[in-house]
């Protein structure tokens, strides 16, 4: 991959300057040699994938390249744009990113919309009515340094993305113009997804641009907060949205759908402790007494039975199995019955306790069934153990019965 960039490099400086591939590029060479704040882009500049692919400082500021007088080169006859305004980045990116003709040549799958997208958001639509405060392009994705976004040195990828975010939205004085929490951050680094990502390098999970967007950035509305979890909970949301809640809590004033009982930003394991003890979500709406809380206590106490009993099952035939018993098929099936406490705590979100009772219930026999195939292989263990001992006494009374014999015979003899 690299060679052909370097060569292409080459060829690409040999055929904007004709016959002097070393002093193909003015604006680098000077830039390099000044020593003050100008120095920086070209210093950056090796790592930036415009270079990657050929680009240089002209193709995005303008100019003339190919002549050592500053004058010239940068020149505004020559095309020369010089530094873009803030308000301007987006448009002046858009140049290249929203000309579906231009991309074609380099990147024909990659999306031009970009632009387009962005003036939907929030940041986009702010800076248009004058706050250059919002997040611009190079906000997002650093300038003069501009990765790959797969590149994981890339201030957008997903494990470093949060970080970028924040650089705003965890800045309490540079937020407090808009009055909204600065928190985000901060609680979505001890969620179960932030654990998902970083720990287990798993990039199913959602990073803040998977449930935003990235150039549409806006939260999503109440309305489709369960949409957005859905997109990747497919199964929680289809029955989210035909419970009882889905038209209860999706009403005005924001924060509905599945963040009432798991908030959005700190999602946490869940566990029957949401449904019943000081710390239920349930209780907050449903007063002791009530049919809810009465549901809410009956589905906590069938999961946690059913839990309980898995667990004990799985610690007997954990014994079995180290004291050497074969236990392998009742330990096969113990799996579908943890399957089965997955699909009760799935068919919580119907809000209805017959739908998560056949599961608990089903569970409930592999719990019971998988038990006694462990404590019969524990028993079968102790009569072969005592079926050994009886054994080995009874050969040994046989020895000293010899030997008495024997010594008998000697003595009479
Ligand atoms: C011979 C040296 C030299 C060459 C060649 C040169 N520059 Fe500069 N450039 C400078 C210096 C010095 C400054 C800072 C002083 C100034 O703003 O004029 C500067 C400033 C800039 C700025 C910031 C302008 C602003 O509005 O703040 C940009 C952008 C820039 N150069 C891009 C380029 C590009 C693109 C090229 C090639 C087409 C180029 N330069 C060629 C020396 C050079
Ligand atoms: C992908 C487009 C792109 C390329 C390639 C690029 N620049 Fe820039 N450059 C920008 C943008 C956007 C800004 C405005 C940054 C800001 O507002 O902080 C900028 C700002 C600058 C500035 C002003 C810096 C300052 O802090 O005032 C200089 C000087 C400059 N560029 C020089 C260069 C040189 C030299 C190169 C080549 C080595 C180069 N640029 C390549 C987009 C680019
Ligand atoms: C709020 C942050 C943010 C802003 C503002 C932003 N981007 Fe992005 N951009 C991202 C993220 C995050 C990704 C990575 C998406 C992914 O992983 O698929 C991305 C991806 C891209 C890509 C790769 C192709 C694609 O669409 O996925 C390009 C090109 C790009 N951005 C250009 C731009 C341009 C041009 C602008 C300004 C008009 C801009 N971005 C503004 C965050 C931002
Ligand atoms: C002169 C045209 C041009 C300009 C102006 C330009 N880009 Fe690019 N950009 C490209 C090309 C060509 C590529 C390489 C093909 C690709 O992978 O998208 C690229 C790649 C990128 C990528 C990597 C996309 C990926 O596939 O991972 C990002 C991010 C990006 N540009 C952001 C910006 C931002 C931000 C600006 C404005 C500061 C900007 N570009 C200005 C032409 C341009
Ligand atoms: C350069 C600073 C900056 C960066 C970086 C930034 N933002 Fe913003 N963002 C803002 C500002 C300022 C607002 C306007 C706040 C408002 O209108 O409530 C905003 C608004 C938002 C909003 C709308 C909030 C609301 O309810 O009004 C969302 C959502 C958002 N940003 C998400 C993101 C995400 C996701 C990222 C990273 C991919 C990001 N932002 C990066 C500055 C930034
Ligand atoms: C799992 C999805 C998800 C992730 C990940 C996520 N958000 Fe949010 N975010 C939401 C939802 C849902 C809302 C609330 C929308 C509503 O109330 O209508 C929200 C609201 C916001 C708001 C508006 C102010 C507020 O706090 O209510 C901002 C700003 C924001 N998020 C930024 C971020 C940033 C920055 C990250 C990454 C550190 C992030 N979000 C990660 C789903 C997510
Ligand atoms: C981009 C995909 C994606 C989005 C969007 C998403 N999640 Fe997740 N979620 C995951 C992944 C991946 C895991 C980790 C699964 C694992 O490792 O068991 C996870 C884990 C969870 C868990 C813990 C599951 C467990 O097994 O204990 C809960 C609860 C959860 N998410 C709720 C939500 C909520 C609520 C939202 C919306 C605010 C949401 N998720 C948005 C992908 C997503
Ligand atoms: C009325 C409250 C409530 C709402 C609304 C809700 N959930 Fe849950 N969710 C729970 C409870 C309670 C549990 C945990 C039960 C347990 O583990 O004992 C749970 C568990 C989960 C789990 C983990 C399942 C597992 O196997 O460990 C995921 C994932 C999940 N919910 C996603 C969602 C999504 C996505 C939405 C929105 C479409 C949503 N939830 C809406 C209460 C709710
Ligand atoms: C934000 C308030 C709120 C929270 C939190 C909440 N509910 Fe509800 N729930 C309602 C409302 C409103 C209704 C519809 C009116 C009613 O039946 O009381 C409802 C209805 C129900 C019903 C249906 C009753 C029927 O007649 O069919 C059940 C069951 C239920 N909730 C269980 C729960 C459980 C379990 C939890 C906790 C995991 C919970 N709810 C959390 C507000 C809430």
Known sequence: MRAPKILFLLWFSVWIVPGSAAAADSCVTCHAAIDDAVKGPAALIKNDVHIAHGLSCADCHGGDRTSDDPDVSMNKAKGFKGKPARATIPKFCAACHSSPDYMRKYAPRERVDQFELYQTSVHGKRLAAGDTAVATCIDCHSVHDIRAVKDSAAPVHPLRVGETCSRCHSDAAKMAPYKIPTNQFQEYKTSVHWEALSKRGDLSAPSCASCHGNHGAKPPQAESVSAVCGSCHVLFEQLYEKSVHNAVFSGAGGG?????????????????????????????????????????TQMAGWLDGLDTALKKSETVLASAEQSGMEVSEAQVRLIDGRENLVKARLALHSMKPAEMQKPVEAGM?????????GEFALHEKDT??????????????????????????????
């Open 256 to 296: 509905g759908g599945c963040m009432v009982c798991h908030s959005n930003h700190a999602v946490h394991y869940p566990s029957t402790a949401m449904l019943a003890g000081p710390k239920a979500v349930c209780s907050g709406c449903h007063d002791a007494g009530t049919a809810p809380a009465g549901a809410a």
């Open 365 to 373: 026999a592999i719990a019971q069934a998988t038990q006694k195939a």
């Open 384 to 413: 072969r153990r005592m079926g050994l001992a009886v054994s080995v006494l009874l050969i040994g009374i046989v020895i000293l019965a010899i030997r008495l014999l024997l010594r008998r015979m000697e003595s009479s003899s």
